[in-house]
T-cell receptor, first 111, second 112 residues
Framework: RKEVEQDPGPFNVPEGATVAFNCTYSNSASQSFFWYRQDCRKEPKLLMSVYSSGNEDGRFTAQLNRASQYISLLIRDSKLSDSATYLCVVRGPGSASKIIFGSGTRLSIRP | NAGVTQTPKFRVLKTGQSMTLLCAQDMNHEYMYWYRQDPGMGLRLIHYSVGEGTTAKGEVPDGYNVSRLKKQNFLLGLESAAPSQTSVYFC???????????FGDGTRLSIL
């Protein structure tokens, strides 16, 4: 089993739709969680950190479910500009802990 | 505000040649990382550094060496390039592992 797993997609949804995807992690002691966005042939950019109580940033909502060991990203009222690959990032326990990137979920928003 | 800068942005090498990729950050970050990204594989950690003068192996270190002689610079070396090292290389930095990483805009390397 991979340490961090994502559905590669692609998710193809119409503009204005709500879309959600999950990321599962194998180490129950993982401590930090992030969602990054990566556009084609560009560097990953931080979208949002994921906090235990869940958090929202505009149209984006991130949730953490420790019991089932997954994080989720919900995008409401999707825009054409949301088309990208979304990377899940998980940090393990300890000060010298590993940071694992998922392979990403491709999202394509159609007009 | 430069952030993380990688040079060069593109390079084509012949098998067996050597080269060094430079990563520079102006945010006084302690931690720096080198990743490679191949289609469908996600980011894989090559080497990382937790401070000036320190380096450590990541997931795929073979064929690469690194140095962190100055806090702001993290160098990635290929001593004898192989076609399997054709990839996009990203450098990242962070003040500590609990914080998100800041990425450079990548180096596209082709080995013929």
């Amino acid at each position: 089993r991979k340490e961090v797993e994502q559905d590669p997609g692609p998710f193809n949804v119409p503009e204005g739709a709500t879309v959600a995807f999950n990321c599962t992690y194998s180490n129950s002691a993982s401590q930090s969680f992030f969602w990054y966005r990566q556009d084609c042939r560009k560097e990953p950019k931080l979208l949002m950190s994921v906090y235990s109580s869940g958090n929202e940033d505009g149209r984006f909502t991130a949730q953490l479910n420790r019991a089932s060991q997954y994080i989720s990203l919900l995008i409401r009222d999707s825009k054409l500009s949301d088309s990208a690959t979304y990377l899940c990032v998980v940090r393990g326990p300890g000060s010298a802990s590993k940071i694992i990137f998922g392979s990403g979920t491709r999202l394509s928003i159609r007009p | 505000n430069a952030g993380v800068t990688q040079t060069p942005k593109f390079r084509v090498l012949k098998t067996g040649q050597s080269m060094t990729l430079l990563c520079a950050q102006d945010m006084n970050h302690e931690y720096m990382y080198w990743y490679r990204q191949d289609p469908g594989m996600g980011l894989r950690l090559i080497h990382y550094s937790v401070g000036e003068g320190t380096t450590a192996k990541g997931e795929v270190p073979d064929g690469y060496n690194v140095s962190r002689l100055k806090k702001q610079n993290f160098l990635l070396g290929l001593e004898s390039a192989a076609p399997s090292q054709t990839s996009v290389y990203f450098c990242a930095s962070t003040p500590n592992p609990r914080q998100p990483q800041h990425f450079g805009d990548g180096t596209r390397l082709s080995i013929l």
